[in-house]
Nanobody, 114 residues
Framework: QVQLVESGGGLVQPGGSLRLSCVASGSIFSSASMGWYRQAPGKQRELVATIVEGTAIYADSVKGRFTISRDSAKNTVFLQMNRPTPEDTAVYYC?????????WGQGTQVTVSS
């Protein structure tokens, strides 16, 4: 069983920066996919970025602004959010995919507003 705990959300001004963290407990191997999704009010949950064995994939809307990284020794995945816009406002969820299944965190709210 894998449990995920996100942190780092909050209020950020447009053009600022914010870093989200997600710590996974349980057995996470380097082959596991770790990533971030988000869901804005009235919208479907969507991919933000994922990383597996050093390869990162980004949604077009965040390319060049957000960076996903992973500390495998600490079972932690990060999302560095630079130059956010109000359109990035959403609940951000951590997701881990292992051979045993798909696991989600509880979500952390990110609000981009001046």
């Amino acid at each position: 069983q894998v449990q995920l705990v996100e942190s780092g959300g909050g209020l950020v001004q447009p053009g600022g920066s914010l870093r989200l963290s997600c710590v996974a407990s349980g057995s996470i191997f380097s082959s596991a996919s770790m990533g971030w999704y988000r869901q804005a009010p009235g919208k479907q949950r969507e991919l933000v970025a994922t990383i597996v064995e050093g390869t990162a994939i980004y949604a077009d809307s965040v390319k060049g602004r957000f960076t996903i990284s992973r500390d495998s020794a600490k079972n932690t995945v990060f999302l560095q959010m630079n130059r956010p816009t109000p359109e990035d406002t959403a609940v951000y969820y951590c997701r881990v995919v292992t051979s045993a299944g798909v696991y989600w965190g509880q979500g952390t709210q990110v609000t981009v507003s001046s």
